[in-house]
């Protein structure tokens, strides 16, 4: 069975940073695209960040320069440092498995926009101001 089990979700001022992981079972990472979607309140889902088997990464531009993905492949687990949050940063981030071919492609468009391999229940973030 496929899990995708994010944590480290919370509220937070702006300004204030939070690390997100996303532990994966019945599934090894390296063998996908992952990344992470988040979904503010009465939006869309939007595609956060993306990171391909060799580590290569790409970022919203919004975001661009504030957080990072990263994997760690001995622990089968993706993560999100998120710094300098601000309050539109507020929503629910999922983390997500793509077939590896689309990282290259899409980057960060691929969660939103292809037939997702897994994807976890999601964690919420709140930054207030």
């Known amino acids: 069975q496929v899990q995708l089990v994010e944590s480290g979700g919370g509220s937070v001022q702006s300004g204030g940073s939070l690390r997100l992981s996303c532990t994966a079972s019945g599934l090894i990472i390296s063998n996908h695209c992952m990344g992470w979607i988040r979904q503010a309140p009465e939006k869309e889902q939007k595609g956060v960040a993306s990171i391909d088997s060799r580590g290569v990464t790409t970022v919203e531009d919004s975001v661009n320069g504030r957080f990072a993905i990263s994997q760690d492949n001995a622990k089968n687990t993706l993560y999100l440092q998120m710094n300098s949050l601000k309050p539109e940063d507020t929503a629910t981030y999922y983390c997500?498995?793509?077939?590896?071919?689309?990282?290259?492609?899409?980057?960060?468009?691929?969660?939103?926009?292809?037939?997702?391999?897994?994807r976890g229940q999601g964690t919420l973030v709140t930054v207030s101001s």
């Open positions: 997500a498995a793509a077939p590896r071919e689309f990282c290259a492609v899409m980057g960060w468009e691929t969660f939103t926009h292809v037939p997702l391999d897994a």
